[in-house]
């Protein structure tokens, strides 16, 4: 099984930077799609940012110029360094990715983290 865990949340004023990270553990052979989603109370879960099978970055709007997504392909990890944090960026922020398990696996499946709250204060 493959288990993504998260970390770096916490409380911070508005202005100031957080950075999250995620490590995925477990039966991995590789991984398509990494990054990060939120979702604030009474909202829906959006994205935040991804690393797509391609290579390349999705960036939410609201965040593009304050939060970067990177990685570090030898430890299965996905970072999001958070700039300039806004009370709007309140939520809590869950690591998501596509994993194939396997060589012989028949796709890929979906693992979510557990969640790391992100407090900006209004």
């Known amino acids: 099984q493959v288990q993504l865990v998260e970390s770096g949340g916490g409380l911070v004023q508005a202005g100031g930077s957080l950075r999250l990270a995620c490590t995925a553990s477990g039966s991995i052979f590789n991984i398509h799609v990494m990054g990060w989603y939120r979702q604030a109370p009474g909202k829906q879960r959006e994205l935040v940012a991804q690393f797509t099978a391609g290579g390349t970055t999705d960036v939410e709007d609201s965040v593009k110029g304050r939060f970067t997504i990177y990685r570090d392909n030898g430890l299965n990890t996905v970072y999001l360094q958070m700039d300039s944090l806004k009370p709007e960026d309140t939520a809590v922020y869950y690591c998501?990715?596509?994993?194939?398990?396997?060589?012989?696996?028949?796709?890929?499946?979906?693992?979510w983290g557990r969640g790391t709250q992100v407090t900006v204060p209004s």
């Open positions: 998501h990715a596509f994993i194939r398990t396997a060589a012989q696996a028949p796709r890929l499946q979906e693992f």
